[in-house]
């Protein structure tokens, strides 16, 4: 489980860098079924999102940890994690997400949902 595990969170954290705006690698990571569930709770399919992220003028640069993985079969797992925003020191805009990976034949790893929620530590 901890080779799919770093499989998949190198694929996750591709999505948080200069490659979330890549619109090949998109197509190439999101499944053609996908759905997201956005931080601001709006529910998105994957042409909005890749336009989205495509569109996107400034590097969001976010940080991930406390990675969990639950296989649900070989071809099917969730990925949970937290990330956050950094300024200097500081961690901030701490969100909790969970994205469901579906293994795709000739393909590999696919997102096929993706879900963010403001962390606690983070609402008022």
């Known amino acids: 489980m901890n080779e799919v595990l770093e499989e998949i969170k190198a694929l996750e954290c591709s999505l948080h860098g200069v490659r979330r705006t890549d619109e090949k690698w998109l197509e190439r990571v999101l499944h053609p079924d996908f759905r997201e569930i956005t931080r601001s709770g ?8 890749v336009a989205s992220l495509t569109a996107e003028a400034q590097e969001l640069n976010l940080e991930a940890d406390d990675f969990h993985l639950q296989m649900l079969n070989e071809d ?3 990925l949970m994690c937290k990330t956050f925003t950094r300024a200097g ?5 701490y969100t909790l997400r969970s994205s469901c990976w579906k293994k795709v034949v000739g393909t ?5 949902f993706h879900q963010g929620t403001p962390a606690a530590e983070t609402v008022a």
């Open 76 to 78: 099917c797992a969730i």
């Open 108 to 112: 590999g790893w696919q997102m096929i």
């Open 42 to 49: 709006r529910m998105v399919d994957r042409q909005q999102t």
């Open 89 to 93: 020191n500081e961690k901030q805009r």
